[in-house]
């Protein structure tokens, strides 16, 4: 059986955006499948924001990922951090396993559960981040 990627997928896996760790985070998201033996961990920095719609209000103002996995929870990965990138706590907190599947251009069945890593490693770095200031 083979895999088919798209052409998106395939992008944000060779070439990944925002990976790393983000020293001193806000807030820190690690989630796993025992079954497929993904790991995703999620960093996330908190700030005001200065301008636009959402002046005043805190926002994700910085994002990184550590993912050891195949190419779709890398894909994965980077996608989640460029759709919360910039966006406020409740506005990321809404991004659901199928936006990060639809940003990709969809994935193969097989592979739809690397989404539902992505945006829970995102959901868990915000309740961390919430937890840890009590919010």
Same mark, same amino acid.
């Given at each position: 059986?083979?895999?088919?990627?798209?052409?998106?997928?395939?992008?944000?896996?060779?070439?990944?955006?925002?990976?790393?760790?983000?020293?001193?985070?806000?807030?820190?998201?690690?989630?796993?499948?025992?079954?497929?033996?993904?790991?995703?961990?999620?960093?996330?920095?908190?700030?005001?924001?200065?301008?636009?719609?959402?002046?005043?209000?805190?926002?994700?103002?910085?994002?990184?990922?550590?993912?050891?996995?195949?190419? #779709? #929870?890398? #894909?994965?990965?980077?996608?989640?951090?460029?759709?919360?990138?910039?966006?406020?706590?409740?506005?990321?907190?809404?991004?659901?396993?199928?936006?990060?599947?639809?940003?990709?251009?969809?994935? +193969? +069945?097989?592979?739809?559960?690397?989404?539902?890593?992505?945006?829970?490693?995102?959901?868990?770095?915000?309740?961390?981040?919430?937890?840890?200031?009590?919010?």
């Amino acid at each position: 059986m083979s895999i088919v990627y798209s052409e998106k997928v395939i992008e944000h896996f060779t070439k990944p955006r925002n990976v790393g760790e983000i020293k001193n985070a806000d807030g820190v998201g690690q989630v796993g499948n025992r079954i497929c033996g993904d790991v995703m961990k999620v960093y996330i920095k908190i700030a005001k924001s200065t301008s636009g719609k959402n002046k005043g209000k805190e926002i994700i103002k910085d994002i990184k990922f550590q993912t050891l996995g195949c190419a #779709a #929870a890398i #894909a994965t990965s980077s996608m989640i951090t460029e759709l919360a990138k910039g966006k406020t706590l409740d506005e990321a907190s809404k991004i659901t396993r199928k936006d990060v599947s639809k940003s990709l251009d969809s994935l +193969p +069945p097989i592979k739809e559960h690397c989404s539902n890593l992505a945006a829970d490693a995102l959901h868990e770095a915000i309740r961390n981040y919430k937890k840890k200031n009590k919010v």
